[in-house]
């Protein structure tokens, strides 16, 4: 059974999701966001579950502490609120990009919701890139011929952003890697982009700089004819 962590300083939401998705899910259930965080940390669950009305860390700082946090391993984040106001809505959406749960949705609703976001999230756990690498997300690694590539975290999380074979934005890469509204230094950065690329360079893949507007994953085509 799929488990789930649900935050939600309110204790008559935390009795009724549990009364009516405990059949679906095994549900751990959190008074405080402070104290979800520490669950979070040393427990392994397959979907995390926050309102966002909560003193001490709403829902949205709790999403950017935990997305942030170096053991941060991709585990999918979904927002709540029974608030009817839109732009609470919107921003949850625009800031987590998965769900949102809100006013008015049947518990059958959130659990097929819920549990379509699991999914999701394993479906993505292996992508392959083509060409013998890729990118095992459950122990954050880049495999290339079956063997490790040996990236740091933020050097996965780069990859796995380029792995779409859009061109990205640094600003972009920032997010991705470091949370929303982080401020890194060009440096820091730059640093992480060197090392990566180095590490790639018994791959054909390439990570190419766009001259004032991102950064792009390529293939080398000479190196597919050896």
Same mark, same amino acid.
């Given at each position: 059974m799929n488990k789930i962590l649900y935050i939600d300083d309110s204790?008559?939401?935390?009795?009724?999701?549990?009364?009516? &998705?405990?059949?679906?899910?095994?549900?751990?259930?959190?008074?405080?966001?402070?104290?979800?965080?520490?669950?979070?940390?040393?427990?392994?669950?397959? &979907?995390?579950?926050?309102?966002?009305?909560?003193?001490?860390?709403?829902?949205?700082?709790?999403?950017?502490?935990?997305?942030?946090?170096?053991w941060y391993a991709s585990t999918p984040i979904v927002l709540k609120s029974l608030s009817q106001d839109e732009s609470i809505k919107l921003e949850a959406l625009e800031i987590t990009k998965t769900d949102f749960l809100t006013h008015g949705m049947s518990f059958e609703e959130i659990g097929l919701r819920l549990q379509n976001q699991i999914h999701r999230h394993r479906s993505n756990k292996r992508v392959s890139l083509g060409f013998s690498l890729i990118l095992d997300v459950d122990n954050i690694q880049a495999l290339f011929e079956n063997e490790c590539l040996g990236l740091t975290k933020q050097e996965f999380k780069i990859l796995k952003t380029l792995s779409a074979k859009k061109l990205r934005s640094k600003r972009d890469l920032v997010e991705s890697v470091w949370g929303e509204g982080c401020s890194v230094d060009d440096n820091n950065i730059n640093t992480h982009l060197v090392n990566l690329r180095k590490k790639l360079e018994v791959t054909p893949h390439r990570v190419v700089n766009i001259r004032n507007k991102g950064f792009l994953l390529s293939v080398d085509n000479q190196e597919n004819l050896k």
């Open positions: 204790k008559e939401n935390l009795e009724r999701f549990h009364y009516k &998705l405990n059949d679906l899910f095994e549900l751990t259930l959190c008074e405080c966001p402070l104290e979800g965080f520490e669950l979070a940390r040393e427990n392994d669950y397959d &979907l995390i579950l926050a309102d966002i009305l909560m003193p001490k860390m709403n829902g949205l700082q709790f999403y950017r502490e935990v997305t942030r946090a170096p």
